[in-house]
């Protein structure tokens, strides 16, 4: 069955980095763009970046542009989100999530329940 478990949040100071990881498995990792949401605390879920199947092809929130970048490894199935200079508003539950399968760039849902799969999430707290 298709899993998505996500790792690698933490508590960091503002300025810090992470890199989340999310490890794919149940399903042909490459054939498919994956996703990253994040939920703040007593906020709705908010589409931050979405990776092309071959990494060729990336988007990001205006607001997470130059400080985020995501990757993806289809050997490894797994797909990444290095997060540098970090704010206290990137914190947040983050999720990784599968777009369905034929679409692309455009698909910038920030809705779970709008993606074929998402994982349990990872916690990010940037706080001094």
């Known amino acids: 069955q298709v899993q998505l478990v996500e790792s690698g949040g933490a508590l960091v100071p503002p300025g810090g980095s992470l890199r989340l990881s999310c490890a794919a498995s149940?399903?042909?990792?490459?054939?498919?763009?994956m996703s990253w949401v994040r939920q703040a605390p007593g906020k709705g879920p908010e589409w931050v970046s979405i990776i092309s199947g071959d990494s060729g092809l990336t988007r990001y929130l205006d607001s997470v542009k130059g400080r985020f970048t995501i990757s993806r490894d289809n050997v490894k199935n797994t797909v990444y989100l290095q997060m540098n200079s970090l704010k206290p508003e990137d914190t947040a539950l983050y999720y990784c999530?599968?777009?369905?399968?034929?679409?692309?760039?455009?698909?910038?849902?920030?809705?779970?329940?709008?993606?074929?799969?998402w994982g349990q999430g990872t916690q990010v707290t940037v706080s001094s």
């Open positions: 999530a599968r777009v369905p399968y034929g679409s692309g760039l455009d698909y910038v849902s920030s809705r779970l329940r709008d993606y074929d799969y």
């Open positions: 149940g399903f042909t990792f490459s054939r498919y763009y």
